[in-house]
């Protein structure tokens, strides 16, 4: 498929791009569009690491600014002297459990950040916004209607402040959309597994307790399930929709790979010859989400995007990734 030929990109703006998502985007985009200048823009939170980064940091057509989304008189500023083409916005506060702990800095990035950003791209002529979304946006379904899936007209109805947040910039990004005519696209996708991730998450987390020995917490029975897809498929559905993916729609992006949390966690026992006994169930999540399952049949009709990496070969390697880099961390 030949690139859109409304508009040219000569430098792409990503925010978040050193998180886990972003970075392995930031790679990803570089490896295939060797000529595009890429400009991260990251707060380094907790969750970002300028080690993310360290295969692209000294690449000429990289630019790193570390800077706050909601700020916006620097991110103004930034756009003023970058002058992006098309902004990928990664950036938010994602993990749930801290949602429910303190639900106002995820209002402040997943939200007015999103508007700041936005409000940059209006004044700035920006080509295309795109919205890295999710597909908890749409709440959860029941584990034992394995016919129901997520489509991209499936009502609103998140359950966290964390994805209460995302689906409210969602809505705002269509907002400006309709209103400002800001060109915009917005991806929901499913669970991510891959290199780089915050050792918060259940792979990272799982894999750093099995090896220090300690016990492996988990929710409730473990039957919430989850549409696992590998970071580099989530990176290719991206790549595609900013390229080809038509202004003002929304794209699902899934695995069909649905496998409850208690697998995973086996799984990885096993990956590293440890034993189930170190699982230990604990209290639920509150609102805890049963089942997320994406229909990404939109993305794969309309730009022919279908998810490549093998799952039980992706996991090994991600296992075996976080095992490398955590083996010599005392427990
Ligand atoms: N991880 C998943 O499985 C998943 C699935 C679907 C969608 N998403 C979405 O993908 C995006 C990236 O997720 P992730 O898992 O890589 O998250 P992450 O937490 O690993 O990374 C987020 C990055 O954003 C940066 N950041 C946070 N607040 C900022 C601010 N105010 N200004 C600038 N930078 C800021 C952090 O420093 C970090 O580098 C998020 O929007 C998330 O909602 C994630």
């Known amino acids: 498929m030949a690139d859109r030929d409304d508009y040219k990109i000569e430098t792409i703006l990503i925010t978040g791009g050193a998180g886990f998502i972003g970075s392995n985007f930031i790679s990803y985009i570089m490896g295939v569009h060797p000529d595009y200048r890429v400009v991260c823009v990251d707060k380094l939170t907790y969750a970002g690491s300028m080690d993310n980064l360290n295969a692209v940091a000294d690449k000429e057509n990289f630019q790193f600014y570390k800077a706050d989304i909601c700020d916006r008189e620097n991110i103004f500023k930034i756009f003023e002297s970058e002058k992006p083409d098309i902004v990928v916005n990664f950036a938010a506060e994602s993990h749930v459990d801290r949602s429910i702990e303190n639900p106002e800095v995820f209002l402040d ?11 940059a791209c209006i004044k700035y002529g920006i080509k295309r916004f795109h919205q890295i979304s999710t597909d908890e946006v749409y709440g959860d379904l ?7 899936l997520f ?14 947040s995302k689906a409210a910039a969602d809505l ?3 907002a400006y959309h309709r209103t400002y005519g800001l060109p915009v696209t917005i991806s929901r996708c499913s669970n991510n597994y891959g290199p780089r991730q915050f050792p918060e998450k259940l792979i990272p987390l799982m894999v750093f307790n099995t090896i220090s020995d300690k016990t492996l917490p988990v929710y409730g029975q473990g039957i919430n399930v ?18 080809h993916g038509r202004d003002g729609e929304i794209y699902n992006v899934g695995g069909s790979n649905e496998v409850a949390n208690i697998d995973i966690v086996k799984l990885i026992c096993r990956t590293l010859g440890k034993p189930e006994s170190l699982i230990t169930f604990v209290p639920d999540r ?14 794969r009709n309309e730009l022919g995007w279908h998810p490549e990496v093998d799952f039980e070969a992706g996991i090994r390697e991600t296992i075996e990734w ?10």
């Open 109 to 119: 990035t997943n939200i007015k950040g999103t508007a700041v950003l936005m409000d």
């Open 142 to 148: 029941p584990v034992d209607r394995p016919e129901l």
């Open 151 to 164: 489509t991209e007209e499936t009502p609103l109805r998140p359950s966290s402040p964390y994805s209460s």
């Open 172 to 174: 705002l990004v269509m």
């Open 226 to 243: 989850r549409d696992w897809i590998h970071v580099d498929d989530h990176c290719r559905a991206v790549d595609m929709i900013i390229h």
């Open 286 to 299: 509150k609102g805890h989400d049963l089942r997320y399952a994406i229909d990404s049949s939109k993305l």
């Open 322 to 331: 976080y095992k490398e880099r955590y083996q010599n961390i005392p427990g």
